[in-house]
């Protein structure tokens, strides 16, 4: 029973994996492979159901119900199904995630972009750092001293449509 116990401990996680399911965010190009320039072979819709395969650097190895696999970059992906809602973790779930997948927080999900030169291993160690993020506050400009700025380097207001304005308009188009 001893020999069971801790077989299944090992293999629990090779049998929860069976793909993430996911959704795109924006309409996005679905890649022969991970890198920029690689050959387009299907363009996604934004709120496409895709099922996460695997992960390398910046990319992540989707395949979408009705078409082949291929490659998108992470920031167009969201984990979770359509319509799939943040959910808090129990002590249990935060301890299982952080254990077999690296995650923790409130939703078990991390989201790191732009990490050249740093390893997997290294993202895994990472630590939170809540006294660094207490130091960004005092970068923080109030509204009257970033006007003052912008003023004295002569910078011009602009507007700037929220994402959904602007996709919305383009559509009307």
Do not use: H
């Not at 929860?16 to 309409?27: N, V």
């Not at 890649?31 to 299907?42: G, L, M, R, V, Y």
């Amino acid at each position: 029973m001893k020999r069971f116990c801790i077989l299944l401990v090992l293999l629990l996680p090779l049998l929860t994996y069976a793909g993430e399911a996911a959704q795109t965010l924006i309409k996005t190009d679905l890649k022969q492979e991970p890198f920029a320039d690689a050959q387009s072979i299907a363009t996604l819709d934004a709120s496409t159901a895709v099922e996460v395969i695997k992960r390398q650097g910046g990319w992540m190895q989707v395949k979408p119900a009705t078409g082949a696999e291929g490659w998108v970059k992470m920031t167009s992906i969201k984990i979770g199904g359509p319509g799939a809602a943040a959910k808090g973790d129990t002590g249990l779930s935060s301890l299982w995630n952080a254990a077999s997948q690296g995650r923790s927080g409130n939703t078990g999900v991390t989201v790191a972009t732009g990490v050249r030169g740093l390893s997997p291993e290294d993202m895994k160690n990472a630590k939170p750092a809540p006294e660094e993020v207490k130091k960004l506050d005092s970068y923080a400009a109030s509204k009257s001293q970033a006007e003052s700025s912008a003023s004295k380097a002569k910078l011009a207001s602009q507007k700037v449509d929220y994402l959904a304005e602007a996709n919305s308009a383009a559509d009307k188009k």
